[in-house]
């Protein structure tokens, strides 16, 4: 089944302890991006990547960094989580060609104290 | 900057009736429109893609149109039932920044049996 993987769904954790939400995909999509969550802000991208070796910042990139080493993989890292980073992060990907959906995983829900 | 639009923010229904769902966008300049919709605790899941070059897109009882030149799209579902209660989410794409999707805030749809 075609599907993005992320985890943990669920992370509470305090302020300034690194953090890492990992996303996988079984497609091998070239296209791969971070979203989150806010209400009243809606979603937003933090990142995406390209392919392979290739990333770059979205709207809201603050405080946030990511990987591309492998096709499949899309890690989110936080290096210094802080209170305003709470939220709720997606990861998403899609196929090359012509416009392609984007299929986006379940979602992971960050508490930081 | 691209601003995406759904009004209203909340639509409640009885079982049978038809569903109309608003998204405007203000800039014309678009690569394709996704509809999503998001189930509490869940991701987001595609339900159609209209390319910038097309009117409209059908599948089962849902239609989505768009008119790039006044910056509007209407998803349409027909006879709706209690399990489309959902958020729906329209969300646009440029081609620049590897087609990044700008969201709206989402419509919440109650459809009551």
């Known amino acids: 089944e075609a599907q993005v993987t992320q985890n943990p769904r669920y992370l509470i954790t305090v302020t300034g302890k690194k953090l890492t939400v990992t996303c996988s995909q079984n497609?091998?999509?070239?296209?791969m991006s971070w979203y989150r969550q806010d209400p009243g802000l809606g979603l937003r991208q933090i990142y995406y990547?390209?392919?392979?070796?290739?990333?770059d910042k979205g709207d809201v990139p603050e405080g946030y960094k990511v990987s591309r080493k492998e096709k499949r993989n899309f890690p989110l890292i936080l290096e210094s989580p802080s209170p305003n980073q709470t939220s709720l992060y997606f990861c998403?990907?899609?196929?090359?060609?012509?416009?392609?959906?984007?299929?986006f995983g379940d979602g992971t829900r960050l508490s930081i104290l | 900057k691209q601003e995406v639009t759904q009004i209203p923010a909340a639509l409640s229904v009885p079982e049978g009736e038809n569903l109309v769902l608003n998204c405007s966008f203000t800039?014309?300049?678009?690569?394709?429109l996704q509809w999503f919709r998001q189930d509490p605790g869940k991701g987001l899941t595609s339900l159609l893609l209209?390319?910038?070059?097309?009117r409209e897109q059908t599948s089962g009882r849902l239609n989505a149109s768009l008119d790039k030149s006044s910056g509007r799209s209407t998803l349409y579902i027909a006879a709706s039932q209690p399990g489309d209660s959902a958020t729906y989410l329209c969300?646009?794409?440029?081609?620049?920044?590897?087609?990044?999707?700008?969201f709206g805030g989402g419509t919440r749809v109650l459809v009551k049996p």
């Open positions: 998403a990907s899609r196929g090359p060609g012509s416009p392609q959906p984007q299929h």
């Open positions: 497609m091998n999509h070239e296209y």
């Open positions: 990547s390209m392919n392979v070796e290739v990333t």
């Open positions: 800039d014309s300049a678009i690569y394709n």
């Open positions: 209209i390319q910038s070059s097309q």
């Open positions: 969300a646009v794409s440029i081609k620049a920044a590897g087609n990044k999707l700008t």
